[in-house]
């Protein structure tokens, strides 16, 4: 017996060798096998030995045996802890009759969970440059760029879009947008534009906590915070953020579902949304409100659409937004915005329309304000060049509560987009918009966006 135990101890330290740069565990292991084989053959030359001396060498040959399959274990690649954290050492255990197999039963549950490759995150990036001017001889609002001062030309660096996600479990996904965009003063800035939690069991009830995209027609959640992914170089008039003179509350804060009805062919989803809704209180605070609510008010939306499978690339639907809005001066508004959508949307071809009125009802009094709005939007691809066409109106009332500043607005946008590869894109856009009492803009930008 003593011959073979010293050929284990051989057989350990060969481990110890090859080993101890792969993993911590094995040669401790081998070492403990060692001291144990030590212990038992100085007892087993004693003369005298009694029974219970045999029981503790059985003990510690059981205890040998165990070390040894968990050393096996290990080099054949069962653990699952990190080779850069440290594994705790194995239990002892607690009877001898405890196998190998049901000590690594008994380890701690964090060391066989701890995958960090499945909560790495992945960052995908956007980015756009634009070189633009128009004809305006004042001060004027601009959904697509913002607000510019007379008839100059500039460069203007776009949104640059981090786009993070990370898969941390098989059901839970973590979602943001992380803008940095400079302002009419030239600085930079940072956004959070979203942040989610996303809980998925099935196709039927899916979860989004956070700051989101409001259902809202359709452009809103099919086109984020990246000109590379639209076809054009801005977004239509009625879905321009909030901090470029938007009329939509374009991001909300609380809770997004969405799913599949069972319906067949036709394709029925629903989206339920409960949030803070926007901000009425003053024009100069943070249009959305991420921490603090103004009333105890939440805004909720409902929308349904239908993805038919007989008609690739088709989709249409409604959708209904209600919020109660406090301006400070006013009595408090109810907000109501009624938004239908058609769209088709093939590789080589998209054609999007959308139709909305927003109202604004001022409780206690008959006074309402119904501002209507739509756009049309065509386009068709011939390799790697797409020409498109939009048309897009907005009429709102020059004394309406929320936005005042927009008015009436209406005219066509005629472009080019040229791929020259899978990550860049080159835009040239005319656009024509007809204010009331004062000459029509003219405007052009021509714009390269990237991904990366």
Aim: proline content about 5%.
């Amino acid at each position: 017996m003593l011959s073979s135990r010293r050929s284990i101890v051989g057989g350990c330290k060969n481990r110890l060798t090859g080993q101890i740069t792969a993993n911590y565990l094995a040669p401790i292991a081998c070492l403990l096998v060692a001291v144990i084989l030590m212990e038992a053959n100085v007892w087993a030359q004693q003369p005298g030995v009694n029974d219970s001396d045999k029981q503790t060498i059985e003990l510690l040959v059981r205890r040998i045996d165990q070390l040894e399959a968990r050393v096996a274990q290990l080099e054949s690649g069962k653990s699952t802890a990190s080779s850069a954290t440290a594994e705790p050492a194995p239990t002892p255990p607690a009877e001898s009759g405890t196998t190998g197999q049901q000590q690594a039963a008994i380890e701690p549950e964090e060391s066989r969970r701890m995958d960090v490759g499945k909560t790495l995150l992945n960052i995908r990036g956007f980015g756009d440059i634009t070189f633009h001017g128009d004809s305006a001889k004042r001060v004027h609002f601009d959904p697509g760029i913002g607000t510019l001062t007379g008839n100059t030309t500039s460069f203007s660096l776009g949104q640059l879009d981090l786009f993070v996600t990370s898969d941390i479990s098989d059901k839970f996904k973590f979602l943001s947008e992380i803008v940095f965009e400079a302002g009419l003063d030239n600085a930079f800035g940072v956004d959070v534009e979203r942040y989610l939690l996303q809980y998925s069991p099935n196709d039927y009830f899916n979860v989004s906590v956070g700051r989101y995209h409001t259902a809202i027609g359709y452009y809103n959640t099919a086109y984020h915070h990246s000109t590379w992914l639209q076809t054009t170089t801005g977004r239509p008039f009625l879905f321009a953020f909030e901090d470029s003179g938007g009329i939509l509350p374009i991001h909300n804060v609380g809770v997004s579902v969405t799913g599949l009805i069972p319906s067949g062919n036709l394709g029925l989803h629903y989206v339920a949304e409960v949030g803070n809704g926007r901000t009425s209180s003053s024009p100069n605070l943070e249009a959305v409100q991420n921490r603090v609510d103004e009333n105890n008010g939440k805004s909720f939306n409902l929308a349904l659409y239908l993805r038919p499978s007989a008609v690739r690339g088709l989709q249409t639907g409604f959708s209904f937004y209600h919020d109660h809005l406090t301006p400070i001066g006013l009595r408090t508004i109810s907000e109501n915005i009624f938004a239908a959508h058609a769209v088709f949307i093939r590789p080589s071809f998209e054609w999007l329309n959308e139709a909305m009125l927003i109202r604004h009802a001022v409780n206690g009094t008959s006074r309402v304000f119904d501002t209507p709005g739509f756009y049309t939007q065509v386009s068709k691809r011939f390799g790697s060049y797409r020409p498109y066409l939009r048309y897009q109106y907005v009429n709102a009332s020059d004394v309406e509560p929320i936005f005042p500043q927009v008015g009436l607005m209406h005219g066509p946008s005629l472009g080019l987009r040229y791929d020259p590869s899978e990550s860049v894109t080159l835009k040239v856009q005319y656009d024509y918009t007809d204010l009331p009492h004062q000459t029509p803009i003219n405007g052009v930008a021509t714009q390269l966006g990237f991904t990366f």
